[in-house]
């Protein structure tokens, strides 16, 4: 089964079937203030859910190129909104524990958001407590990495994770977003 789910993933990647869906976030004053892009899976107009995907492409090294297709869409979203003269807000968009090492990711990440033409202040970047459980010191690198470079960096699922109270502090977060389970 795992095989087959794998083999989808990657016909779906050719055929482009992954897209981002939008979720707002809202603000007390019920107004839009921000978003985050989530990677959808459509296959036979047929959701399927990202708990059945997500871990075979981390499993598999795949998940990058899912991270950076949210990205890139996050980042027309944002210039589709500006060429129109409507109000952009803030999107946040998801990175995988599985590449936080990755030397370069930073610049790569600086480097595609460039293209679009787009701030840096208005994409902000989401990293599990799960993912902050691996090598905390690669964490770290990257969160100041991204800082340096003017985006925020928010840990995702605060309470869910192996994550130390000390070490949250210690990385400076820009936001922590408490888990649903906490």
């Known amino acids: 089964l795992e095989q087959q789910l794998l083999a989808g993933i990657k016909e779906a990647l050719i055929k482009k079937e992954f897209t981002a869906f939008f979720q707002p976030i809202y603000d007390t004053q019920k107004k839009v203030c921000a978003m985050e892009a989530l990677g959808r899976w459509r296959r036979n107009n047929i959701f399927v859910m990202p708990d059945t995907f997500v871990p075979i492409m981390e499993k598999y090294g795949l998940i990058q190129k899912l991270d950076f297709l949210v990205l890139e869409k996050a980042l027309f979203f944002l210039q589709t909104a500006l060429q129109k003269h409507k109000k952009a807000v803030p999107v946040s968009v998801n990175i995988s524990r599985n590449y936080l090492s990755d030397r370069s990711l930073a610049e790569r990440i600086c480097q595609t958001v460039d293209r679009y033409g787009i701030s840096h202040h208005l994409?902000?970047?989401?990293?599990?407590?799960?993912?902050?459980?691996?090598?905390?010191?690669?964490?770290?690198?990257?969160?100041?990495?991204l800082q340096q470079k003017e985006f925020a960096v928010i840990l995702d699922d605060c309470g869910s994770g192996y994550a130390t109270p000390a070490a949250v502090i210690d990385t400076h977060f820009d936001m922590v977003k408490i888990d649903r389970a906490f």
């Open 123 to 145: 994409i902000k970047f989401e990293i599990t407590e799960t993912a902050a459980g691996n090598d905390y010191s690669d964490i770290v690198k990257l969160v100041m990495q």
